[in-house]
């Protein structure tokens, strides 16, 4: 059976839904999956000044090391300027053994974020994280026109060739839209699929 792991960081709990989400559509696929998230680095007191969400039902990845152990890796981070948070960035820092070893070549990859506006750095912050799976040697899939409801401009959507992406606003008060979440669900089966016919 194909393992998947979805591993993401989350302040206010968008990424955390869209990443369910991508696992959702990896078991639709027949996938086994696992939901992961970094450890948080920012300050205790940033933290609660900026009231992230600290509770989660998903455990803190344990090791890089683990990543070897799956056929696909889902990164889903939120936009920090244009780019992967650092929380995210701090975890990617720690795989250089993986990386010397080749430990990842040949397994397969994807992206899923989100921003504050339509044009807050969706495409940038994916190719961020993108750029670390490519030099770790993993095939990418993203989010292709097949799914057609990422499409059109008559009403404010994410979505990205790239990967899945949602927009919450700058307070944060919208959440992934019911399309955005089958968008997720649509690359995490896609994911699933290929890394099974590259098995």
Known sequence: MTKVLVLYYSSYGHIEQMADAVAEGARSAGAEVDIRRVAETAPPAVVEAAHFK??????????PDILAEYDAIVVGAPTRFGRMPSQMAAFWDTTGGLWFKG??????GGAFTSTGSQHGGQETTLF???TNLLHQGLTIVGLDYGF???????EVKGGSPYGATTISDGDGSRQPQPEELDAARYQGKRIAETAAKLA
């Not at 989660?56 to 090791?63: C, F, G, M, W």
């Not at 430990?103 to 397969?108: E, N, Q, R, T």
């Open 148 to 154: 057609q409801a990422q499409m059109g401009v008559e």
């Open 128 to 130: 961020s994280i993108i």
């Open 103 to 108: 430990a990842l070549i040949g397994k397969v």
């Open 54 to 63: 600290t509770d989660s039902k998903h455990p803190v990845i344990e090791s």
